[in-house]
């Protein structure tokens, strides 16, 4: 009963003095591009829940559409009106940065997402079912594959639109991840963008069962990770007493000044550091893709539908590396010392490992998942060289990269045979002589993963491994110009195959797609040669958004 009565003492004292509890202040303005995307994927489920199911596709194109384009303008507005440089600030109570770096690569997210949905939103490859169009994802991902429910919703026509709200929610998530200012943000964010995909990766239409199997290891793994990272935040917070980056990285360099007394015991002990920020970091390398964490990557990007394999290749590693770049260089720049030698034995590992691996590959979406692991090796260098060209041209190499990444799944999507789509190697001999156009297209983009001058791939790596050298990590530009060269053998191997090889008599067709699909290619291709043959003022771009605000 006393404590009952001290409770109801408490809550009668603190309603009796207003003002105690200070109400959050919130720049809402200057965090609209993430509140659009997240009020829009709130809108999607309500269309889902109240709209007739065939108005439901048409809806939800159109609101993914604009919510996306809307969220990008306001991007556009907050860097010309200078929160990119000086007006770059910390938002929503120091838990979020408005700087260069977060409007670069949120500008990055959208514009990738927005290319995406029309992947998404095709429905003209596959065959009609019952005579109306279908696209990629199952007519109703609830029905145990193959059963009956599945059959009468293919025999109705159904198909699963709640794929949009799905990808605006990791849009949402993605948004924040890498403008979060401290763990906790970090945490929330890495949480609203990954359950999202998880889904996702278990909606093929075509091959269930490996669908859902991608699905299954891309989550547990997911969530191994996701364990780590939040027991180094734990770790982290009992060392300097603080989740913000800032307050972190200000006891890691003038020791703890002033010693909480719940965290006296803690606060300060370098054991926690260096353990809190090892897990932190491995959270983080697991959704970039790096070896050793990358075990997830060629199984997922096989089984989950090639469009969501397309967003989730260029976007999760745009988010991920900016979150990455704003931990190493915000939070633990006193630590420098301790995690460059790691990072350069993860590079080096990613580098070799990825582009030896993708040789032995039959299959091309697990040869461009191995592709992604090696990509993520060469970004790894820029990264190592803290200092803002390094910074600048990790934001270049992403950009380019997510563009070339996009435009490659979508060729992918095209070829197709009575199974759906051929993604075995052996297939796409003489694609080119069947298709010259579509194989000259996958040629261009395999010529930039592969790093060929007058390509976005080669301007990206110039300007990542020239700041790698100049901050003296030559050995390390060395390993990537060998692993460059080990993956430019099975890039034009592919090539060689398309253009030089006979097609076979049952070979695959190349569907025709709507525009679009055609639209997304095209601004594949587009970026891809703008980039590599007139790079330097989005490298300037870059170079003016590569500082951070602490």
């Known amino acids: 009963m006393s404590s009952v009565a001290s409770v109801h003492s408490l809550w009668t004292a603190a309603s009796g003095a207003p003002g105690k509890i200070p109400a959050p202040h919130i720049e809402y303005a200057q965090l609209s591009p993430t509140l659009i995307v997240l009020g829009a994927a709130v809108a999607g489920v309500l269309i889902e829940g ?32 200078g929160f990119g440089s000086s007006k770059a600030h910390l938002a929503a109570m120091g838990a979020l940065a408005v700087d260069g770096p977060a409007l670069f690569l949120q500008g990055t997210i959208l514009l990738v997402s927005l290319i995406a949905v029309f992947t998404f939103a095709e429905r003209r490859l596959d065959p009609a079912a019952h005579g109306k169009r279908v696209d990629s994802f199952a007519a109703q991902a609830a029905a145990v594959p193959g059963g009956a429910a599945e059959q009468a919703a293919v025999k109705a026509g159904f198909t699963t639109t709640e794929v949009f709200p799905i990808l605006l929610f990791a849009v949402g998530g993605m948004l924040v991840f890498p403008a979060a200012n401290d763990l906790l943000t970090l945490f929330i964010a890495l949480e609203v963008f990954s359950l999202p995909l998880y889904i996702l990766c278990a909606l093929a239409r075509r091959q269930r069962l490996l669908s859902q199997e991608s699905a299954v290891k891309y989550f547990l793994l997911g969530a ?61 390398l ?66 070799l490992g990825g582009a030896i691996v993708a040789i032995t590959q039959t299959d091309i979406k697990r040869l461009l998942a191995y592709s992604s692991i090696a990509h993520a090796g060469f970004i790894l260098a820029g990264v190592i060289a803290t200092s803002k060209d390094g910074i600048s041209s990790v934001l270049f190499y992403l950009g380019a990269y997510s563009f070339v990444t996009l435009g490659a799944f979508a060729v992918v999507t095209l070829v197709r045979d009575a ?21 000259a297209v996958f040629a261009v983009f395999l010529l930039a993963f592969a790093g060929i001058p007058l390509t976005s791939g080669f301007a990206g790596k110039f300007a990542v491994f020239k700041a790698a050298a100049q901050s003296g990590a030559g050995w390390l530009v060395v390993v990537g110009v060998i692993s460059s060269a080990i993956a430019a053998f099975f890039y034009i191997r592919v090539i060689v195959l398309m253009f030089f090889n006979e097609p076979k008599a049952d070979g695959p067709t190349v569907a025709v ?38």
């Open 50 to 81: 109240f709209v007739p199911r065939r108005h439901r596709y048409s809806s939800q194109l159109l609101l993914t559409v604009v919510a996306l384009a809307a969220a990008f303008a306001a991007v556009i507005g907050l860097a010309a009106g």
């Open 419 to 439: 199974g759906g789509e051929a993604t075995a190697l052996s297939k796409w001999a003489g694609l080119g002589r069947r298709s010259p156009l579509v194989a």
């Open 513 to 550: 797609p709507s525009p679009l699909t055609s639209t997304a290619i095209a601004v594949g291709v587009t970026a891809t040669l703008v980039l590599g043959l007139a790079p330097q003022y989005f490298l300037d771009l870059a170079g003016q958004a590569g500082v951070f605000v602490r």
């Open 286 to 351: 697991f959704k970039v893709g790096a070896v050793p964490f990358h075990m997830w990557t060629p199984d997922v990007y096989q089984g989950a539908p090639t469009p969501v394999t397309g967003f989730m290749a260029a976007a999760t590693k745009v988010a991920a590396f900016g979150a990455l770049l704003r931990l190493l260089y915000v939070a633990l720049p006193g630590l420098r010392w301790d995690w460059q030698p790691v990072m350069w034995g993860v590079a080096i590992l990613t580098m």
């Open 224 to 284: 191994f990770s996701s364990a780590f990272l939040l027991f180094g935040v734990a770790l982290l917070y009992g060392y300097a007493g603080t989740v913000t980056y800032a307050g972190i990285a200000e006891v890691v360099s003038d020791g703890a000044k002033q010693i909480d007394p719940a965290l006296a015991g803690t606060m300060g002990n370098d054991v926690l550091l260096l353990i809190g920020a090892a897990l932190v970091l491995m959270g983080l």
